[in-house]
């Protein structure tokens, strides 16, 4: 069975600091890995995704993600935050039939 | 815009009603997944069809069904409703049956059962 673990509800960060958040997964079997991100009163939006190949990902919005098979993490981070950058954050593992979310982590911006 | 279309945005109705709640997948996809979304539960998976079939089920109450019509909408109803059902039920659609391939999500219908 696959899991994912979202380490941090919560994460605050000044503008222009480094955004880090971190998800680790449990897999039986090779993961294809997600993260999404959630806008206030908004719909969930793929951020990236890794599903074989480079470990190092990038996505939209200046965000890239690292798959670490030893560590069984895919953290998310970006360089320098932007206060659009204010919503909340899934990391994803792919189920035999539907993608296995994580809790979230909500990342404040503060200016 | 991710493509899918979630009807209605809001709906607010009593304990013990029942609605339905409407998805209209991206054009050309035919997987559309249902999950819930609450404030102690998280985003949980409730049930998956594909080109009019069911094909998974998660913690889907037996109070709540969906079907998976011939034009690939699909519609969510849930029953006898509690104040516990107050959440927000996204719908998601891919291209393939598994969903390996990136999911498109709706924006969601937000239910508020008083």
């Known amino acids: 069975a696959q899991s994912v673990t979202q380490l941090g509800s919560h994460v605050s960060v000044s503008e222009g600091a480094l955004v880090l958040l971190r998800c680790n997964y449990s897999?039986?079997?090779?993961?294809?890995l997600f993260w999404y991100v959630q806008y206030p009163n908004q719909g969930l939006q793929l951020l990236l995704k890794?599903?074989?190949?480079?470990?190092l990902v990038k996505g939209i919005n200046g965000f890239e993600a690292e798959f670490k098979k030893s560590e069984t993490s895919f953290h998310l981070t970006k360089p320098s935050a932007h206060m659009s950058d204010a919503a909340e954050y899934f990391c994803?593992?792919?189920?035999?039939?539907?993608?296995?979310f994580g809790t979230g982590t909500r990342l404040q911006v503060f200016p | 815009d991710s493509g899918v279309t979630q009807t209605p945005k809001h709906l607010i109705t009593a304990t013990g009603q029942r609605v339905t709640l409407r998805c209209s997948p991206r054009?050309?996809?035919?997987?559309v997944y249902w999950y819930q979304q609450s404030l102690d539960q998280g985003l949980q998976f409730l049930i998956q069809?594909?080109?009019?079939?069911?094909?998974a089920k998660g913690n889907i109450l037996e109070r709540f069904s969906a079907q998976q019509f011939p034009d690939l909408h699909s519609e969510l109803n849930l029953s006898s409703l509690e104040l516990g059902d107050s959440a927000l039920y996204f719908c998601?659609?891919?291209?393939?049956?598994?969903?390996?391939?990136?999911?498109?999500f709706g924006q969601g219908t937000r239910l508020t059962v008083v």
């Open positions: 069809y594909y080109n009019g079939e069911e094909r």
């Open positions: 890794y599903t074989t190949g480079a470990t």
């Open positions: 998601a659609s891919s291209p393939l049956l598994d969903s390996l391939t990136e999911a498109f």
């Open positions: 994803a593992v792919s189920g035999r039939d539907k993608l296995i």
């Open positions: 054009s050309g996809d035919l997987s």
């Open positions: 897999s039986s079997v090779p993961p294809y």
